[in-house]
């Protein structure tokens, strides 16, 4: 029998600070119409996000970029931490137990990496191994879930997290530009991780998420043409990196949304109508609609996802898993059931995954 990772933990944080759309148009006293109608027609109705505090004036004190890397190295770690220890938890496991940890992070630069970091903090086994996935943008967290399910599978009865933590609010820019307002309408700040194993458990405790889904393949899709489609320069004007993205990036990962699934399923027997739970990257409502018309999904097929989308913004690396998350909390799924996992970000990329519970 082919052995495969499972998920037996998820876990999920977020700064304590959140925002409605309408009160960071205020903070920032955002008056342009069209702007303001940006954010007001994202179907998104707060975020979590950490602000810089506001001036002598009332008004946001600037950052300048040395400021936004120093914000994202404190709230990776802090809110990957929460995130951490909650996955542990509901997988019955401890830090002792964490014998591989990979940690994504496309919001700032770190080095040593968001792992070393962690795993000083907390205090995990030093012979931990450990990897960092950083700047790859939205879709990392799947393919961290590839690397990290082949090290689950060479090192059977181990416990492997895959973190993903994302300080988006340490890596925006403020100008009048739609640029700017396009961006600093969709992303929200938060942690996600998923705990996996491959075969029997080392410890009897791990079996608290023994009715995880199995990981049974990957698909990949990269769309060379659209490389500049999502991207950080560097604004020379305001000192900082600032993120780019094309209007036209939903109808093209749409486009491309129906040849990858096709070829995750390939060979399977398996038809689209034979998922029983889509978990979509909440990349904004857009790209969610993109990929429902062309995956012929239903609204009700992606309600984690908007609801996600709702509720966050988008968390960027970690968005898939705060849907997962969503999923085991309705309890509906059953022993048998398919589940796909679909990210896309920079590249232009689109990363999925088949999973059976």
Not at 25 to 33: H, K, N, R, V
Not at 55 to 71: M, S, T
Not at 244 to 262: C, K, M, N, R, S
Request: proline share 4%; glycine share 10%.
């Amino acid at each position: 029998m082919t052995v495969r990772a499972q998920i037996v933990g998820v876990g999920t944080a977020v700064p304590p600070t959140s925002y409605s759309q309408q009160e960071v148009l205020d903070t920032f006293e955002i008056t342009d119409a069209r702007a303001r109608g940006v954010f007001l027609n994202s179907a998104i109705e707060r975020r979590h996000l950490v602000l810089p505090p506001p001036g002598a004036d009332g008004r946001p004190v600037g950052e300048q970029q040395g400021d936004l890397l120093d914000k994202h190295k404190a709230h990776a770690v802090e809110s990957g931490i929460r995130a951490l220890e909650a996955c542990l938890k509901r997988a019955g496991a401890s830090l002792a137990d964490v014998r591989h940890l990979c940690c994504v992070t496309s919001t700032g630069f770190l080095t040593p990496g968001l792992s070393a970091l962690i795993i000083r903090e907390l205090g995990i086994d030093r012979d931990c191994s450990r990897s960092d996935i950083v700047g790859m943008g939205c879709n990392a967290g799947l393919n961290a879930l590839n690397l990290v399910a082949g090290w689950s599978v060479a090192n059977p009865g181990e416990l492997a997290v895959v973190l993903c933590s994302e300080a988006c609010s340490a890596a925006y820019a403020m100008d009048a530009t739609m640029r700017t307002a396009v961006v600093n309408s969709l992303f929200g700040d938060g942690a996600a991780a998923v705990a996996l194993i491959a075969g029997e458990p080392a410890s009897p405790a791990h079996r608290a998420g023994a009715d995880g889904p199995r990981i049974l393949r990957f698909a990949s899709h990269i769309i060379p043409d659209a490389v500049d489609a999502m991207r950080y320069d560097w604004d020379r004007d305001l000192g900082r990196f600032s993120f780019f993205l094309d209007p036209q990036i939903p109808y093209v990962i749409g486009a491309h949304a129906e040849e990858v699934t096709d070829r995750l399923l390939a060979g399977t027997g398996l038809l689209r109508d034979d998922i029983s739970h889509w978990l979509v990257h909440s990349g904004g409502k857009k790209v969610i609609d993109a990929v429902v018309v062309n995956l012929g999904l239903s609204r009700h097929a992606v309600r984690h996802t908007t609801g996600v989308l709702r509720d966050y913004g988008n968390v960027s690396s970690g968005s898939f898993l705060f849907s997962y998350e969503r999923l085991l909390e309705e309890q509906v799924a059953t022993p048998g059931e398919y589940g796909v996992l679909m990210t896309m970000g920079p590249g232009s990329t689109i990363e999925t995954a088949l999973i059976q519970w």
